[in-house]
C-alpha cells in the first residue's frame, strides 16, 4: 500500500487521499457542532460566529463544505511545502496522506472551527517562510506574521507562533533589528484594527469582555475508553520512534533540511506552550502538533528496509486512528 504514496503514483495516491478525506468528512459532519468553541477562542472568533449566525455554523451542510475546503487546502500546502524541502521531497505523499488521516484523529478536529483556520494559516506561513526565506526579503516576513496576528484574534495558542518565527528567522541567518520591527508592528496591525473598531462604534467594554478569555484556564478532557487510550499509547510511542528518527536524519542530510527538521522540533515545542493558553477542548491545542508528527512517522516507517514491516506499522497507525475516530464519533 505504501507504494501508492510513492512520487511515481502521485496520481493515484491523490484520487486515494481525496477520496478518504470526503468519507471521512460525510461522517465528520454528522457529529453535532460544538458552538462553544467559536465563543471561547479569541474575540475575532466571536465576530464570526455573530456574524454568520449560530445557526448556519451548526448546519450540517456548511460545516462538510467550510471545513473540506480549508483541510484540502491544508493538504496541498503540506505537499508543496515538503516539496521544497531537498531529501524530503520523496515522501512528500506519504506526508500529505498520513497528515489526512491525523486531522480526523478526533471528529472535532476536522470541523469548521477557529482552531481549524488557525491551523490553516499556520500551513500557510510555514509554506511562505520555506518558499521565499532564501530570498531575504522583508515582504514575506510582513506577510507571515501580519497572518499570525490574524491567527492570534481567532485562536489565542496562535501568539506562539510570533516566537517560533523569531527562531525560525534566527536560524537561518535573517533575522535583523529592522525584520524584528516589522514584525512586532505587522503582527499588531490587526489587532490594532479590531480593537479601534470597537472603540470607534463606542463597544470599549464589549471589547474588554472578549479579550478577557484571554488568560491560562484550566482545560477540559475527555473521559475515554480503554481501547481509545491503548490507540493513543501506540500513536504517542510511533510518534516518539519518529522523533528519534528525525534526530537522527537530521544529522546525516544537507543544512536544508537539517534545518527544517529542527524547525519542526521547534514548533513541536512552542505548540505544547500553546497548550496554557487553551480556552477550550484540551485536543484543539494539539493541532499546531500534526504537520510535524506526520513528517516524524514518514520518516520512521521508511526506515524499515522490508517491505512488510514497514507496511505493518503504516496500517497500525491508520487503524489507530480509525479505533479513536469511529469511538468519538460513536460515542
Known sequence: MLSL???????LGFFIIFTTLIIFQVFTSTHPVNIEVWYRSAPLANLIADIIGTSLLQNPWFDFFGATLLILFQLILVYNLIN????LEKYSVLVTWLYCFLIHLFPAWSKFSPPLIALTILLFILYRIYGAIDGKANHFVFVCSTL???SFLLWYPSIFLLGFFFLVLFEYNVLSFKRILIILLSFLIPVIWYVSFYILTDQQIEVLYQFSNFHITMLDFHYLKWYQYAS????LALTLLGLLQAINFSSKTVKMSRLFIKSLFNLLVFSLLGL?????DFTYSLLFLLFPIAVFLALFINIFKRPQVAEL???TLLLCVLINFVSRYLG
Do not use: C, E, P, Y
Open 232 to 235: 493513543l499509547f501506540v500513536l
Open 5 to 11: 504514496f510513492s512520487k511515481r503514483q502521485i496520481n
Open 276 to 280: 496554557m493558553l487553551s480556552t477550550n
Open 313 to 315: 506499522v503504516h496500517l
Open 84 to 87: 521544497k524541502i531537498k531529501n
Open 148 to 150: 499570525i496576528g490574524l
